[in-house]
Structures are given as structure tokens and as C-alpha cells.
């Protein structure tokens, strides 16, 4: 679990994602360029990292893998939506794998949004991240 903060701009509210994803060098890509872009990073490499991390603080939005060791992301999501706190948090699956009924699972569990991680560049997921950010926090 790691945390990143970008440098401050003075008369901005800081906008915090919390991505969990198991792969590190798309977690740190991920990391990088979020961060680049003026927003806090938080970062779990599992479903168990990112509960844990979500008693402790709330982030604005979440960026969350499905297939995970251990608790897998469609798990996650569906204890994050039983947690009254955490219940309209904005979760968006970003997952390698796709298909109808793992998207209509995400959809029915509450995921904002399902994304297929090899239709979008890392830039791509940035930039669709950072303006979820903006229209739901």
C-alpha cells in the first residue's frame, strides 16, 4: 500500500483515487501519470490491501481490477457497497478480462463504470479517470 500526494495548487481541492491492482507496473504506471496530473494516488495490490486501507480513509474514486489474488474485484466491490460509509463511493472496473456477465455483475453490483484495459492506453484511462473525478466528487 503506498500513497502518493502531487504537489500543491494553491485554491485546489485535492482529488484522492485509490487504485487497486495487482500488476506493478501498471499500478505504478497508473501512479505515475494520476499523479502527474495533480491527483493524491493511493495505491493496494489486493482486494483485502484496498478494504483495509477503505476503513481508514475515503478516496473519491476508485480504480479497481477484477482478477486479483485472494479477494477478487467483483468481492471487493460487492463488500465496499455493503459497508453503509462506503456505500455510493464511485468504483470503476478496470479489468483485462471483459464479457457480458462479468460486466452486468460489476453494473449490478454499483461499478460506475467497467472498462477493458486493453481498449484504452494508460493516458486514455487517466484522463477517463480524472473526469469521473470531476463529475461525481
Do not use: C
Amino acid at each position: 500500500m503506498s500513497i502518493t500526494e502531487p504537489k500543491e495548487k494553491k485554491g485546489q481541492v485535492r482529488r484522492i483515487i485509490l487504485v487497486v491492482e495487482d500488476d506493478e507496473a501498471l499500478r505504478e504506471a497508473a501512479r505515475e501519470k494520476l499523479a502527474s496530473r495533480g491527483l493524491e494516488v493511493w495505491t493496494a495490490t489486493s482486494g483485502e490491501e484496498a478494504l483495509q486501507l477503505l476503513e481508514q480513509r475515503q478516496p473519491h474514486l476508485v480504480w479497481l481490477d477484477i482478477l486479483m489474488p485472494g479477494i477478487d474485484g467483483l468481492t471487493t466491490l460487492q463488500r465496499i457497497r455493503e459497508k453503509a460509509e462506503l456505500k455510493h463511493l464511485p468504483v470503476v472496473i478496470v479489468s483485462v478480462s471483459g464479457g457480458q456477465e462479468k460486466i452486468r455483475r460489476a453494473l449490478d453490483l454499483g461499478a460506475l463504470e467497467y472498462l477493458t484495459k486493453s481498449d484504452y492506453s494508460i493516458d486514455d484511462l487517466a484522463t477517463k479517470m480524472e473526469a469521473l473525478l470531476h463529475e461525481y466528487s
